[in-house]
């Protein structure tokens, strides 16, 4: 009964390298986003999309693109990783509208070294 | 802007008894929705409760609840009988209408013990 899926559970990679986070979802929601969870500090919005080809950036997307080609896949790339950016990363879908709150994936931990 | 806080880090309850997470929220807006979310060890993000500010009747459950006050701006969890798979991260989360307005904000969250 899995409605959204992140490609990997747990990741590692090195420094400069460039890392791709997949998001699928079967529900045929319009809105995806992309989140990052640290400890302390929440979740953090990176990137959300309403639309295929569409993008927005959230409250920290500097390091982050994001990739929207059809609707049921959101794509996180981060370019160069950092060690900064070694976290939680959870994805998520929404209807456009309406009090039905957010699907999420089931994250994917990504270390940096 | 809208901004959610949750004051307590971290919370700690006896297995069968019953305890309380609180969520205030600023706002500006008179309709929106309130969200409770648990993430356990798994890391799966669950909807707990949601209410609709339009709606005095707080929402429940089974053994979750929720106190709404609307202009108190504050919007508490309680769980009752409490099982130790209720321990978790919780979230409060509120969520405007239509737009980047629509999307969630989330509080920092409350880790929640249960004791046996």
């Known amino acids: 009964d899995v409605k959204v899926t992140q490609s990997s559970r747990y990741l590692v990679k090195r420094t400069g390298e460039k890392v791709f986070l997949e998001c699928v979802q079967d529900m045929d929601h319009e809105n995806m986003f992309w989140y990052r969870q640290d400890p302390g500090l929440g979740l953090r919005l990176i990137y959300f999309s309403y639309d295929v080809k569409m993008k927005e950036k959230g409250d920290i997307p500097e390091g982050y693109s994001v990739s929207r080609e059809k609707k049921e896949r959101f794509s996180l790339i981060l370019e160069s990783a950092s060690t900064n950016q070694t976290s939680m990363y959870l994805c998520?879908?929404?209807?456009?509208?309406?009090?039905?709150?957010?699907?999420f994936g089931s994250g994917t931990r990504l270390t940096v070294v | 802007a809208q901004t959610v806080t949750q004051s307590q880090p971290e919370m700690s309850v006896q297995e069968a008894e019953t305890v309380t997470l609180s969520c205030t929220y600023d706002t500006s807006e008179s309709d929106y929705y309130l969200f409770w979310y648990k993430q356990p060890p798994s890391r799966q993000m669950i909807l707990v409760i949601r209410?609709?500010?339009?709606?005095?009747q707080n929402a429940t459950e089974n053994r979750f609840s929720v106190n709404f006050q609307k202009a108190a701006k504050s919007f508490s969890l309680k769980i009752s009988d409490s099982q130790l798979g209720d321990a978790a991260m919780y979230f409060c989360?509120?969520?405007?209408?239509?737009?980047?307005?629509?999307?969630?904000?989330f509080g920092k969250g409350t880790k929640l013990s249960v004791k046996p």
């Open positions: 998520a879908s929404s209807l456009h509208l309406g009090g039905n709150g957010y699907t």
């Open positions: 209410q609709e500010a339009y709606k005095q």
């Open positions: 989360a509120y969520r405007g209408y239509g737009g980047s307005q629509g999307n969630l904000i």
